[in-house]
C-alpha cells in the first residue's frame, strides 16, 4: 500500500502448515503455478523489490520455505529475486511458458515440424473416415460450468494433479470469474470427450491452464489436435497471444511448433536455511 493507504499491487499466495515448516506458494498452485504481481503499480521495480524483501523476511522470521513454481526471468519480481541472491540461495531452473503468437502462419515453420503436423492431421482425417470427431469451445456460462465436470474429471485421471484438481474448487473460481474471462475447448470422438483444455483470458491474451487428456487415447496424440483447433479458433476470436503453461509447453511449443519458444519463466525453490536479510 501506499502511505495514504492506496492498493498499489497484490501478489496472490497460500500458506501451507501441513508439513515441518511453513510452506509460502502460489494460491492457483499446482493448477496456475504462474506468479504475477497485479494491480495499477504491479510492474513497479520498487514494487517487486518490496514483495522480495518481503518474503526474504518472512522466509527468515518463520523458517519458511518459500516455493515460487515459475516467476518470470524477465518481469520486476524475477529481477528482484536474482538480486536477493546475496541474502537466500535460490535452486533455479530454466523453465519455458512459451507464448504462440497468433495467427499461427505454419507455412513459415521448419520444413520438419511441418511434416509433423501433416502426419498427424492424415491421423485424424483416417479417424474421421469411421468416427465423430468434435471440437467446441465454451461461450456461455451453462457450457463452461458443464465443461469444468468433465475437464476435471480427465484431470483426475491424468496423473498427478488428481489430490488437487476438482470440479468443486474450479467451480468456484470459474463463476467468478464467468464465461466473459474464461473458456474450455474440448475434442470428442464419438461424443466421448478425450482431450480438454482450460483457458483464461486478459484482454487478447489467453492463458491455458494444464491440459487433460484421456490416457486410453494417448496415442492419437488429442493434446495436439486440440491445440492446432484452439489456436485457428482463438485467432478467429481476436487473440493475438496464447501462453502455454510450462507443462503443455514442454509437450508443444517447446520443439518450435508453432514458432519460437524462449526459456520465459525462472523456477525458484527457496533453500531448507536462508541467511539472515
Avoid at 179 to 205: F, M, N, P, Y
Avoid at 209 to 233: E, F, K, N, Q, W
Avoid at 247 to 269: C, E, F, K, N, V
Amino acid at each position: 500500500m501506499s502511505p495514504t493507504g492506496r492498493i498499489l499491487a497484490a501478489l496472490a499466495l497460500a500458506r501451507h502448515e501441513d508439513g515441518m515448516r511453513p510452506r509460502i506458494a502460489p494460491l492457483s498452485a499446482p493448477c496456475a503455478p504462474y506468479v504475477r504481481p497485479i494491480g495499477p503499480h504491479a510492474d513497479d521495480p520498487a514494487v517487486a523489490r518490496a514483495f522480495a524483501f518481503h518474503l526474504l523476511l518472512v522466509a527468515e522470521q518463520d523458517d519458511a520455505e518459500i516455493a515460487l513454481a515459475a516467476v518470470g526471468a524477465d518481469s520486476p519480481l524475477g529481477h528482484s529475486l536474482s538480486l536477493a541472491d546475496a541474502d537466500i540461495s535460490w535452486t533455479r531452473t530454466a523453465a519455458t511458458r512459451t507464448a504462440i503468437q497468433l495467427p499461427v502462419c505454419y507455412d513459415t515453420l521448419p520444413s520438419s515440424v511441418q511434416r509433423e503436423h501433416a502426419r498427424r492431421r492424415r491421423t485424424w482425417t483416417r479417424l474421421a473416415a469411421d468416427h465423430t470427431i468434435t471440437y467446441t469451445r465454451s461461450r456461455h456460462l451453462k457450457d463452461l460450468m458443464a465443461a469444468a465436470t468433465v475437464w476435471a474429471t480427465l484431470q483426475r485421471r491424468h496423473g498427478p494433479l488428481q489430490d488437487n484438481v476438482g470440479a468443486e474448487g474450479w467451480e468456484t473460481v470459474l463463476e467468478e470469474v464467468r464465461a466473459a474471462k474464461a473458456c474450455i475447448a474440448t475434442l470428442s470422438v464419438d461424443r466421448a470427450v478425450i482431450a480438454a483444455q482450460l483457458c483464461l483470458t486478459r484482454g487478447a491474451h489467453c492463458y491455458a491452464l494444464p491440459l487433460a487428456v484421456d490416457p486410453a487415447h494417448r496415442h492419437l496424440a488429442p493434446g495436439h489436435a486440440l491445440l492446432r483447433l484452439l489456436v485457428d479458433d482463438l485467432a478467429a476470436d481476436g487473440i493475438h497471444t496464447l501462453h502455454l503453461d510450462p507443462a503443455t509447453g514442454r509437450r508443444h511449443a517447446s520443439r518450435g511448433q508453432y514458432g519460437p519458444a524462449r526459456p520465459t519463466t525462472r523456477a525458484a525453490l527457496s533453500s531448507p536455511r536462508i541467511a539472515a536479510a
